[in-house]
């Protein structure tokens, strides 16, 4: 009978591999992680990293969202307040053109204007976290300033038209901003230019009712023109909505994959390393028989 020159040195080998596939088992079951080392399954440990990465960018777009959202809410909001102001002013215009007020009345349209114009300023130069909202890309310039050393006054910008987007994990362009030039010093509908001349206008208590005319059609364009670009960022208010559902929904469905591939099947790892132990038992009985005697001598 031919008797196998390495088989003590076999035993040897199976029993170091169950001790080593034990060690693998007892981690599992303590840490309740399928995958402890690269070497436990190389396939698996790469598909986690892949699925971990894409969860961070996902948390890094859902962070971005959440700041960027705030900031195009308060625009939203300060919108909605030069909306009525210009709603006043036009309001105010119309009373004046009607040739009915005497001239304090009309110096004091001209001195309502007036504040409407430092209102309208004030909301133009909104900041939000440090950032002037409406500053195009010099978020930290005061975008809009009027000197009042001439008559009309003049407001002017000191921000760029720089605009502003945030791409989704899906690939969608969301547009942040809408530069300050664009809603109040739109060359065909100036907020600022028409609101100064109709303190012009008004301010000697004498009415020229065709400029007045003029200048109070030209505040009815530049209202619809801004409210046109509140429009804009209400559109990108929805998009950010939408787009932040549809990543937080992306990532409760990676964490199951990246549970599902992680986690220990802990039920079948204990009938595994039950199964790894009477196999080391039986390996090292086997093997302490062999060492008590001639190999011989086991196989008469």
Do not use: C
Request: charged letters at 10%; hydrophobic letters at 40%.
């Amino acid at each position: 009978m031919r008797v196998d020159p390495f088989y003590v040195t076999n035993l040897v080998s199976a029993l170091d591999q169950t001790q080593s596939a034990q060690q693998q088992l007892t981690a599992q079951l303590s840490s309740g992680v399928r995958i402890n080392a690269l070497s436990d399954d190389p396939v698996s440990a790469g598909r986690n990293v892949l699925l971990l990465d894409q969860m961070q960018q996902d948390d890094s777009f859902t962070q971005s969202s959440s700041m960027v959202t705030g900031q195009l809410q308060v625009a939203d909001s300060a919108l909605g307040s030069v909306v009525s102001q210009l709603t006043k002013a036009i309001s105010l215009a119309i009373s004046a053109n009607n040739g009915t007020m005497n001239a304090n009345d009309v110096k004091s349209v001209s001195s309502q204007i007036s504040g409407i114009v430092s209102e309208v300023q004030s909301l133009a130069n909104t900041n939000y976290q440090g950032q002037f909202i409406f500053a195009g890309g010099q978020t930290s310039t005061t975008p809009f300033s009027t000197s009042t050393s001439t008559s009309p006054a003049v407001t002017t910008y000191q921000g760029d038209g720089n605009v502003n987007y945030l791409h989704t994990p899906n690939g969608q362009k969301i547009q942040l901003n809408v530069p300050g030039n664009l809603i109040f010093a739109a060359a065909t509908s100036s907020v600022f230019a028409t609101l100064n001349s109709l303190i012009a206008d008004y301010s000697t208590g004498t009415v020229d009712a065709t400029q007045a005319a003029a200048d109070t059609t030209a505040l009815t364009a530049a209202l619809n023109y801004v409210s046109q670009q509140r429009v804009t960022i209400d559109n990108s208010i929805t998009q950010l909505g939408s787009a932040s559902e549809a990543v937080s929904n992306g990532k409760m469905q990676l964490t199951t994959a990246q549970t599902d591939l992680m986690q220990a099947d802990i039920a079948q790892i204990a009938t595994q390393l039950a199964l790894s132990k009477t196999q080391e038992t039986a390996l090292e009985s086997v093997i302490v028989q062999l060492g008590s005697g001639s190999l011989f001598d086991k196989l008469r």
